[in-house]
Every structure is written in structure tokens, then in C-alpha cells.
């Protein structure tokens, strides 16, 4: 299973941009890159996920380095509601294990 | 958007009784379902993967005969913690993936269940 090395914690301010990092050197070719959160006390929610080319949704983008060593997420304007564990995961359909995860802080 | 429910959401029991958790994903079938347990300020520990109509895939150091996981449904998995002791106090979690998707489809997880053993 491939590893996963994040931060373990980062802080932003309000409705600045922020760019989580992930690396997973050890990835294989057909794991996803999968992007999770969690609030305390709540069960994890989906972000984002993506393969090989960068990509957008309502919540955040996915940029994937072109060797798929490392990826970033990245909240285009943090708000408080931000404010959770991020997690992310390779993952190809079996096993799905959680790293240790970035714990983001958003400053008011 | 999906919704993977579990129930209780909060379960007290005494120390040597059996407490059953379900997870129900509401509006998909779930070939495979996974369940997790998670200690304060800590990350989620996956303990087994549940397809299924077959045996639970148990993570190195889960016992399985204390941590019993029944898949008999493509909509519903119960883990059952038997004897329960105050070290099995801890957050549960489980989730679930729409079938067919594998690697390329996103996760759901439910509200977790707190356990707390007296």
C-alpha cells in the first residue's frame, strides 16, 4: 500500500487560498488520489479525487504532480467551516487506510 | 448525495455485554463496506473490510472473533463487539463504496458510533 507524508498541521487565514501537500512516492499506477476530510466527532467526508490530470470541483482543486509522487489540495478561499483533518489516500479499490492526516487551522 | 447511515449513533453498555453497529448506505449498493475505529486525537484505524455474501477481511492485530462483521445485505454491514471491555471504548466508523467503481469511485462514511464501556 502506498504511504502517504503530510504535514501535520498548517494554519490560513479567512478567505485566503490554501495548498495542503501530500507526498506518496510510492504509488502504484492505477491507485486514485483521494481527498477526505474530518470535523471532531464526525465521520470523514469526500473532497475530492483524481488520477492523473488536475481537477476541479465545488469544494477544492486537485493538482497532481506529473510523476504522481505528490498531489495538492487546494481551498480556493478558507473559511471557518474549513477548519478539519485532511486526509489524503491512495487508493485503488481494496484496502482504504488513512494516514495521519493535516490538521488545518483557519484564522478569523 | 449518498448517504451511508449508522446507528447508534452513541452506545453505552456495561463491560462483558455484545453491542451491535450498522451501517445502511441508503440510496446504493455497496459490494464492499469498511469499518474503523478511531481513539481521541488519533487517525482512523481500518480493522476490516466487509464484502459482501463473503467473510470480513481482517486488518493484522484485529481479532475477529471479537469484532464480528456481518455483510448479508448489499445495502447493510453490522460489526458486533462482543464481551466489550473499557479498552473497546472508541469512535467506529464505517463506509461505504457504490459497487462497480472500484479505486475511481469517492467513499461514503457514516456519522460514526461512539462506544463507551463501563
Known amino acids: 500500500d502506498a504511504k502517504t507524508t503530510q504535514p501535520n498541521s498548517m494554519e490560513s487565514n479567512e478567505e485566503e487560498p490554501v495548498h495542503l501537500p501530500c507526498n506518496h512516492s510510492?504509488?502504484?499506477?492505477?491507485?486514485?488520489i483521494h481527498w477526505y476530510r474530518q470535523l471532531p466527532s464526525q465521520g470523514p467526508e469526500y473532497v475530492i479525487h483524481g488520477l492523473t490530470s488536475n481537477v476541479n470541483n465545488r469544494m477544492a482543486s486537485l493538482a497532481i504532480a506529473e510523476d504522481r509522487k505528490s498531489s495538492t489540495l487546494i481551498l480556493h478561499r478558507a473559511t471557518l467551516r474549513d477548519a478539519a483533518v485532511y486526509y489524503c489516500i491512495p487508493f485503488t479499490g481494496n484496502q482504504f487506510y488513512f494516514g495521519t492526516g493535516t490538521s488545518l487551522t483557519v484564522i478569523p | 448525495g449518498a448517504v451511508v447511515s449508522q446507528h447508534p449513533s452513541r452506545v453505552i453498555c456495561k463491560s462483558g455485554t455484545s453491542v451491535k453497529i450498522e451501517c445502511r448506505s441508503l440510496?446504493?449498493?455497496?459490494?464492499?463496506m469498511f469499518w474503523y475505529r478511531q481513539f481521541p486525537k488519533q487517525s482512523l484505524m481500518l480493522m476490516a473490510t466487509?464484502?459482501?455474501?463473503?467473510?470480513?477481511?481482517?486488518e493484522q492485530g484485529v481479532e475477529k472473533d471479537k469484532f464480528l462483521i456481518n455483510h448479508a445485505s448489499l445495502t447493510l454491514s453490522t460489526l458486533t463487539v462482543t464481551s466489550a471491555h473499557p479498552e473497546d471504548s472508541s469512535f467506529y466508523i464505517c463506509s461505504a463504496r457504490p459497487s462497480g467503481l472500484a479505486g475511481a469511485g469517492e467513499l461514503f462514511f457514516g456519522e460514526g458510533s461512539r462506544l463507551t464501556v463501563l
Open positions: 510510492t504509488i502504484s499506477g492505477t491507485d486514485y
Open positions: 440510496d446504493f449498493q455497496a459490494t464492499t
Open positions: 466487509s464484502n459482501e455474501g463473503s467473510k470480513a477481511t481482517y
